[in-house]
Antibody, heavy 119, light 109 residues
Framework: QVQLQQSGPGLVKPSQTLSLTCAIS??????????WNWIRQSPSRGLEWLGR?????????DYAASVKSRITINPDTSKNQFSLQLNSVTPEDTAVYFC?????????WGQGTLVTVSS | EIVLTQSPDTLSLSPGDRATLSCRAS???????LAWYQQTPGQAPRLLIY???SRASGVPDRFSASGSGTDFTLTISRLEPEDFAVYYC??????????FGQGTKVEIK
């Protein structure tokens, strides 16, 4: 049973960096059969995939074109977790952020974190 | 990027009714890498169907799905009270990443 536990602040000021972490239990961030994803959801954008990190003999990252210039997703093998950093946020980045394990579809999701971008 | 368009936006039905939800892709979803999710308020999406027609573990058999290429369908044979929710389709082809439909809300008539 894979469990994903998200942590991070719920309020970020405009132009600053949004940082969230997703701790994994029941699997390894270095698994060769999984990818570790960040998704966000807002009324205006719906469900939007942001990016992923995965290990296939070496580490890979893929990012959505809409955020590619501002996003970094990093694995942390020592803590078995992965993180999201989104730079230069604006109110448009206000959303519920989810982490999810990808394979054949996404069976396992974090609990979601509402992040509000406001001064 | 593959765009997924779901129809209808809202489906108003009664418990015991049959629900048929559609998902159309802007280009062929290779390998049948299409999934369906159920989401209730305040919760993360729950995987119902993967690979276009395979039920995820623990999903009741009143949920079924079919389709290939650009046209996919999710059917709920007899709606239970807990089935009133929002349903999303998703393509998870490897490149360039996931995309989701805008959702279909199944509401009580």
């Amino acid at each position: 049973q894979v469990q994903l536990q998200q942590s991070g602040p719920g309020l970020v000021k405009p132009s600053q960096t949004l940082s969230l972490t997703c701790a994994i239990s029941g699997d390894s961030v270095s698994s060769s059969s999984a990818a570790w994803n960040w998704i966000r959801q807002s009324p205006s954008r719906g469900l939007e995939w942001l990016g992923r990190t995965y290990y296939r003999s070496k580490w890979y990252n893929d990012y959505a074109a809409s955020v590619k210039s501002r996003i970094t997703i990093n694995p942390d093998t020592s803590k078995n977790q992965f993180s999201l950093q989104l730079n230069s946020v604006t109110p448009e980045d206000t959303a519920v952020y989810f982490c999810a394990r990808g394979g054949t579809g996404a069976r396992d999701w974090g609990q979601g974190t509402l992040v509000t971008v406001s001064s | 990027e593959i765009v997924l368009t779901q129809s209808p936006d809202t489906l108003s039905l009664s418990p015991g009714d049959r629900a048929t939800l559609s998902c159309r892709a802007s280009q062929s979803v290779t390998g049948g890498f299409l999934a369906w999710y159920q989401q209730t308020p305040g919760q993360a999406p729950r995987l119902l169907i993967y690979a276009a027609s395979s039920r995820a573990s623990g999903v009741p058999d009143r949920f079924s799905a079919s389709g290939s290429g650009t046209d996919f369908t999710l059917t709920i044979s007899r709606l239970e009270p807990e089935d009133f929710a929002v349903y999303y389709c998703q393509q998870y082809d490897n490149s360039p990443g996931w995309t989701f439909g805008q959702g279909t809300k199944v509401e009580i008539k």
